[in-house]
């Protein structure tokens, strides 16, 4: 038996050749690529869900030299729902009450806005102390942050 080859046949397996190491450096490469795919898809469900969330901070700001106020402000991308403010008293917490209470709950604040509120320190006032912000937003129900502010 006697088998004849021609050129175009060795062209054919010199093809079927190249088209498999082509094939298995494919398959190689989509094989690294895997964990890179996974960290990526990780990365964008979480900005995803970082859309939906509101993050309330505080901060004081001077007003003039003697003159503070405490900025409640959203700084996330959704809007807050439900907003409480919530202090101790007796912890030296130079706000007050009336103003807090005139201000908040707040129904609704939209990102990248604020509400003022008045404060009145004196010399017995302490440094730090903490308040308390509970929120809703389109993430979840029922954030809270504790939040140190320092005079």
Known sequence: MFISLEISDIIAV????VS?????QNHRTNQR?????ELQLKKEIEEAASQAKANIQARYYSISTANKKLKVSNVGHSSA???????????????????????FPIDV???KNSVDLI??????????HSINVE?????????????????
Do not use: Y
Not at 20 to 24: C, H, I, K, N, S
Not at 119 to 128: E, F, I, Q, Y
């Open 81 to 103: 729902r439900n907003v409480r403010l919530t202090f101790d008293e007796d912890s030296g917490t130079p706000l007050i009450r009336d103003d807090v209470e005139s201000k």
């Open 14 to 17: 010199l093809a079927l050749a």
């Open 20 to 24: 498999m190491v082509a094939l298995w």
């Open 135 to 151: 929120w809703d937003d389109d993430f979840k129900d029922g954030n809270c942050k504790d939040i140190i502010l320092t005079l």
């Open 109 to 111: 604040l939209e990102p």
């Open 119 to 128: 404060v009145v320190a004196h010399l017995g006032t302490p440094r730090k």
């Open 33 to 37: 690529q895997k964990p890179l795919l």
